[in-house]
Nanobody, 120 residues
Framework: VQLQASGGGLVQPGGPLRLSCAAS????????MGWYRQAPGKQRELVAA???????NYADSVKGRFTISRDNAKNTVYLQMNSLKPEDTAVYYC???????????????WGQGTQVTVSS
């Protein structure tokens, strides 16, 4: 199983950016999917998550600006980021809780990380 993240880059303050993360490989089902971020010198933190049923939760710092969504047919999770601030600068990692077989265990997988830089 692999998670491939894309969509990072340099954006000006106030601008938008959309991240995507596609899971591939031997997948039976995907439960929760989410995005985390890690800024230099800081711990990795949860940005947003969405359950298999579509329930979402967000870090307080991004509520009202970021939107997480998923396309189950494509095994893909998205993060639409609007009104970006310099403090959103970080490496963003996607995460998915995946079962590889009906009776298999749920395992957390991580994407490779994509850099988001908010700067003028």
């Amino acid at each position: 199983v692999q998670l491939q993240a894309s969509g990072g880059g340099l954006v000006q303050p106030g601008g938008p950016l959309r991240l995507s993360c596609a899971a591939s490989g031997s997948i039976f089902s995907i439960n929760a999917m989410g995005w985390y971020r890690q800024a230099p010198g800081k711990q990795r933190e949860l940005v947003a998550a969405v359950t298999g049923g579509g329930s979402t939760n967000y870090a307080d710092s991004v509520k009202g600006r970021f939107t997480i969504s998923r396309d189950n047919a494509k095994n893909t999770v998205y993060l639409q980021m609007n009104s970006l601030k310099p403090e959103d600068t970080a490496v963003y990692y996607c995460n998915a809780e995946i079962k590889r077989a009906l009776l298999g265990a749920r395992v957390n997988y991580w994407g490779q990380g994509t850099q988001v830089t908010v700067s003028s």
